[in-house]
């Protein structure tokens, strides 16, 4: 089993639809929980950055952890076009930068105009 | 402009041969990270330092030399390319202060022959 699990997708939903990504993870160590952006031939692009459980608000962009349940989500309201790309969720036992991320797969999210 | 920058941003070259991809940041961050995107696999770890200096292992280090004689710069030797390391390598870097995220390079696609 990986550490991390994501579906790689694609996903396909219409313009204005609200989009729910995930990711499950087998390592109850992880303490610090990253989404990123990632447009084709660009490097990743933090989007949320969160500790914990809870829930972390940023424009259209929720990011939700639940640690007992080793699941974390990002909601995507309001989706446009320009929100086609890959994104990727990533953790790592400390905050400070120290350990290297383990990364989920990555999830194809394609919005229709 | 201040950020990340990895060079070159494309290369080809022949099994066996040594090669050098460069990554140079300009935030005197203290940590610096080299990972490989592949397909199925998503982005892996190769090697971190925390400083001048220090380095450590990651997932898939097996094949990879690093070093770091200044913070700005952590160039990654592939000493005798193999296929196998045909990848899409990024670099990343970080603030030593609590709780700052991994921040990215946009890669260098490199092809072994």
């Known amino acids: 089993q990986k550490e991390v699990e994501q579906d790689p997708g694609p996903l396909s939903v219409p313009e204005g639809a609200i989009v729910s990504l995930n990711c499950t993870y087998s390592n109850s160590a992880f303490q610090y929980f990253m989404w990123y952006r990632q447009y084709s031939r660009k490097g990743p692009e933090l989007l949320m950055y969160t500790y914990s459980s809870g829930n972390k608000e940023d424009g259209r962009f929720t990011a939700q952890v639940d640690k007992s349940s080793k699941y974390i989500s990002l909601f995507i309201r309001d989706s446009q076009p320009s929100d086609s790309a890959t994104y990727l969720c990533?953790?790592?036992?400390?905050?400070?930068?120290?350990?290297?991320?383990?990364f989920g797969k990555g999830t194809h999210l394609i919005i229709q105009p | 402009d201040a950020g990340i920058t990895q060079s070159p941003r494309y290369k080809i070259t022949e099994t066996g041969r040594q090669v050098t991809l460069m990554c140079h940041q300009t935030?005197?961050?203290?940590?610096m990270f080299w990972y490989r995107q592949d397909l199925g696999h998503g982005l892996r770890l190769i090697y971190y330092s925390a400083a001048a200096d220090i380095t450590d292992k990651g997932e898939v280090s097996d094949g990879y030399v690093v070093s770091r004689s200044k913070t700005e710069n952590f160039p990654l030797t592939l000493e005798s390319a193999t296929r196998s390391q045909t990848s899409v390598y990024f670099c990343a870097s970080s603030d030593s202060q609590v709780n700052q995220p991994q921040h990215f390079g946009d890669g260098t696609r490199l092809s072994i022959l």
């Open positions: 935030w005197s961050h203290s940590y």
């Open positions: 990533a953790m790592t036992h400390s905050g400070g930068g120290a350990d290297g991320l383990t």
